[in-house]
């Protein structure tokens, strides 16, 4: 079961920033998925976006994996960012 949010203000996206977790998702005429603290997330755009714009041509959502991004959304993932899985777990660099 994934999740998935939208995020409505600038406080949940700062505190969505901080936590480091999950990935972010600005949907449009395509969907993309990003890092959480990629620098392709800027107030400028959340602003536009989600302010001015009024969600009308698209919002942005968090998301626990990138799984999620796909199913829910058929989002891409960023060329820019890069936002990858992590197969290797830590504890492989333990010994
Ligand atoms: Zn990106």
């Known amino acids: 079961m ?3 949010k ?3 203000d ?4 700062r505190k969505l920033r901080l936590a480091d977790e999950g990935y972010i998702v600005i949907t449009g005429a395509h969907a993309v998925i990003h890092k959480v603290n990629s620098k392709c997330i800027t107030t ?3 602003n536009t976006k989600v302010s001015i714009n009024d969600r009308k041509q698209g919002s ?3 998301v626990d994996s990138i799984a999620t991004a796909a199913h829910e959304f058929g989002a891409k993932r ?3 960012c890069k936002p990858e899985l992590r197969l290797v777990p830590p504890s492989t660099f333990d010994a």
Do not use: M, P, T, V
């Not at 600038?10 to 996206?13: A, G, I, K, Q």
């Open 60 to 62: 942005y959502f968090w």
């Open 6 to 8: 939208e995020i409505q």
């Open 44 to 46: 400028e755009n959340f």
């Open 78 to 80: 960023c060329k820019l």
């Open 10 to 13: 600038f406080d949940e996206l």
């Open 2 to 4: 994934g999740a998935a």
